[in-house]
């Protein structure tokens, strides 16, 4: 971590209302976030929405992700960041990329251009590119380790949060994938009426989340982020 760049205990964060439905009535999860740090788990009691709040700011929560958030994920698994951690989120990723190409090509004839939202360290869209090889493959990733990483390998990726992304006003996608990274997002609504304003007519947006309800009430702490 980067002390000066990035102070949890100093960051400055705001009340917000439910993303979904806009109501400020809620049920509280949790105080505490898995690694420990003071967050503030929230459900809607109107649309069952959860989300952190209050939350770090835009800004703060930008910093999070570029200079605190491998760090952070590492405590959370309770070990050190290891080595060649980049290498095997990569290879692990890819593997699941290829079989997400497999599905998708007995499915949809799949080309153009493919955006992955989250794209970490670049594993996906290269498993997606390896099934897919005429597919223009492009991710974007908050944190700096991993969208660098990503780069190095070949796959376009631009270091930005998803609310500060600006795609080229002529481009359209044909798939946008967001895997296991919705619930990282500040306003998954805008991503969605996002999305569809920018995928081709017959593109496709393509989803992977995690399912709440069958989850121990031990995983209520939840990691400092909207879910």
Same mark, same amino acid.
Request: glycine residues 8%.
């Given at each position: 971590m980067d002390q000066?760049?990035?102070?949890?205990?100093?960051?400055?964060?705001?009340?917000?209302?439910?993303?979904?439905?806009? =109501?400020?009535?809620?049920?509280?999860?949790?105080?505490?976030?898995?690694?420990?740090?003071?967050?503030? +788990?929230?459900?809607?009691k109107n649309c069952g929405m959860i989300y952190i709040n209050p939350r770090l700011t835009k800004e703060e929560y930008d910093n999070y992700y570029k200079y605190f958030y491998r760090k952070d994920r590492a405590e959370i698994k309770k070990h050190e960041i290891r080595s060649d951690a980049l290498e095997r989120n990569f290879e692990?990723? =890819?593997?699941?990329?290829r079989s997400l190409g497999e599905i998708l090509s007995q499915k949809a004839a799949i080309k153009g251009d493919v955006l992955d939202v989250g794209s970490? +360290?670049?594993?996906?869209? =290269?498993?997606?590119?390896?099934?897919?090889?005429?597919i223009d493959v492009f991710g974007i990733e908050p944190s700096i380790e991993e969208s660098d990483f990503a780069n190095q390998k070949g796959v376009k990726t631009e +270091? +930005?949060?998803f609310e500060n992304f600006n795609a080229k006003k002529s481009r359209r996608f044909a798939a946008i994938f967001c895997i296991q990274s919705l619930n990282h997002l500040l306003d998954p609504k805008k991503f969605f009426d996002w999305c569809f304003e920018n995928l081709e007519p017959e593109g496709c947006l393509v989803l992977a989340v995690k399912n709440f =309800?069958?989850?121990p009430p031990s995983r209520f702490r939840l990691a400092g982020r909207a879910s």
């Open positions: 000066e760049k990035f102070d949890y205990y100093k960051a400055k964060f705001e009340n917000i209302s439910c993303n979904l439905c806009g =109501r400020n009535d809620f049920f509280v999860l949790a105080e505490k976030s898995v690694s420990g740090l003071p967050v503030r +788990t929230c459900l809607c692990n990723a =890819r593997k699941f990329g970490s +360290t670049g594993g996906i869209l =290269r498993g997606l590119k390896d099934v897919l090889p005429e +270091t +930005t949060l =309800r069958p989850m």
